[in-house]
């Protein structure tokens, strides 16, 4: 058999597995709040896995590499700043966003819990985080789409039309049958494939080329300033911006929802530890590729033309054919955890935070469906944005990055932890956040060549600071504070939770 016949082989083994786990999913979801929180009964492992590999899509194994291969580790900042962001995030967030959102009326979406938490009798929370939230994944996953067709496109000669609709058909099916609960755990397993394929890579490319010192050698004779992380065009605004980029996790709806899907709020400890090793592990694995990159084909100048292959390229050069071929899934896997996840939220928010807002008479078996139903209508819309392989859909990811961190961040951070946040200062700094973003990225020299999230969060922080205090929040929001706090503490105590709580 040909090398490709068994990368067919691998990639059919993927597409099977995946599907098998959204039927096992399937069978276990009874009602709505199963379908879109795997009726929070969720363990910090799957959790961790999954909040990982919703996260770092294709960017992981293709992005990062890249960036290093063809500069050097000075490319590092984004992967610090993302790291340091997401341990705060599991440190800060998870534990007390899993509470919060369980006292503010079981709130099972981002937009239901602001909502709720600030007891916004007239829904402007809800609607407008719910509609931003629609809006926003709608357009990240048809950009994942683009990104799956042009995968089979590259890697198998395929027409980019039919390699994007077996992705979308593939993660569609498990997505809309299994929800929630297919969603964790085909992230879950796409993410150990994300990091064994990052380990064994440059661990097996390291032994081919004799050991740690001909590679360091190597390297060295290609570009000695391969291992320096600040170089000659290494500039404050640019490292303040790759750092920055840590804010976005506090207002990505995709990953902060697998908070609220926990057993409880202590188990968010042992999630910090398990999806900050893997962070770890996989973006030294990335790095490690890069290098092995460098000293297998940057010593023959042009062996590369596209640096972002060099995971692809070393897979094929290290591994057989078969292994080679799960190799190339663990990219598509990446791509396909971060699909999932989006659509599955805006899902929720089409259902959950439009629809049930105006609408709140849906039955048990009626509620389920219309997710379902949700699901299938954002796929339909996504596909056809992307059938034309638009770039400027691949670029507006970014710019949606800073967008949600910049709009949703600071208005988490203050509903958890500060108690005189109202409606009226959070939808005011959300709107400013927005505002920032948008107008701040479409400048540039100077200070303006900052990345945008930054001073987006900076004046949404600020804004929805000064309105609430110049104005109340609703009478009931103290009650819930408390009631949260204690609910934190008696779980980090390791006590029981007292009847009634």
Not at 297 to 304: C, N, P, V, W
Not at 329 to 336: C, D, G, S, T, Y
């Amino acid at each position: 058999m040909d090398s490709q016949t068994y990368q067919a082989i691998a990639m059919s083994t993927y597409f099977v597995f995946m599907l098998l786990i959204g039927f096992w999913a399937y069978r276990r979801t009874k009602d709505f709040d199963d379908y879109m929180l795997a009726g929070r009964d969720l363990g910090p492992f799957a959790t961790a896995l999954s909040a990982g590999a919703a996260d770092m899509s294709g960017w992981l194994l293709m992005g990062l590499p890249g960036a290093l291969y063809l500069s050097g580790l000075v490319e590092l900042w984004i992967a610090i700043g993302l790291t340091a962001g997401a341990w705060v995030n599991w440190r800060f967030v998870a534990p007390r966003l899993r509470a919060y959102s369980e006292v503010a009326g079981n709130a099972i979406t981002i937009p239901s819990f602001f909502g709720n938490r600030l007891h916004d009798t007239r829904h402007l929370m809800r609607i407008t985080s719910g509609v931003i939230t629609l809006v926003f994944f709608t357009f990240y996953v048809s950009s994942g789409m683009v990104a799956g067709g042009r995968f089979f496109e590259a890697s198998f000669g395929m027409d980019y039309h039919l390699g994007m609709l077996i992705v979308a058909g593939s993660v569609v099916l498990y997505t809309l049958f299994g929800g929630f609960l297919a969603v964790a755990w085909t992230d879950t397993v796409q993410g150990l494939m994300m990091v064994a394929a990052l380990v064994f890579v440059p661990l097996v490319g390291v032994i081919n080329l004799g050991g740690i010192g001909p590679l360091l050698d190597t390297i060295n004779e290609v570009d000695i300033n391969t291992f320096v992380l600040w170089g000659a065009a290494t500039t404050v605004t640019g490292v303040v911006s790759s750092l920055a980029w840590g804010l976005g996790y506090f207002g990505q709806p995709h990953i902060i929802v697998r908070f609220m899907a926990l057993r409880t709020p202590q188990e968010a400890i042992a999630g910090r530890r398990i999806g900050i090793g893997w962070m770890i592990l996989s973006c030294l694995g990335a790095a490690g590729t890069a290098l092995v990159g460098i000293a297998t084909y940057r010593r023959d100048k042009g062996q590369l033309d596209n640096p972002e292959t060099v995971f692809i390229a070393l897979g094929q050069l290290l591994f057989h054919p078969l292994i080679a071929g799960f190799m190339i899934a663990a990219i598509l896997a990446a791509i396909m955890s971060t699909i999932s996840s989006q659509l599955l939220v805006s899902s929720s928010a089409l259902v959950e935070d439009l629809y049930k807002v105006f609408r709140k008479d849906t039955g048990r078996g009626v509620g389920i469906w219309m997710g379902r139903g949700a699901v299938m209508l954002v796929s339909v819309v996504a596909a056809a944005m992307a059938w034309e392989a638009n770039d400027t859909i691949l670029n507006l990811v970014a710019f949606a990055w800073a967008g949600f961190g910049a709009t949703f961040g600071p208005v988490v951070l203050l509903s958890l932890y500060w108690r005189r946040l109202t409606t009226g200062g959070a939808l005011a700094g959300m709107i400013a956040g927005a505002i920032a973003v948008a107008v701040w990225g479409n400048l540039s020299g100077g200070i303006f060549d900052l990345y945008e999230i930054l001073p987006g969060f900076v004046i949404n922080l600020a804004v929805a600071v000064g309105i609430s205090l110049a104005s109340r929040p609703a009478p009931e929001v103290e009650q819930d504070f408390k009631d949260t706090a204690r609910l934190v503490t008696h779980f980090q105590q390791g006590e029981l939770v007292p009847d009634g709580d």
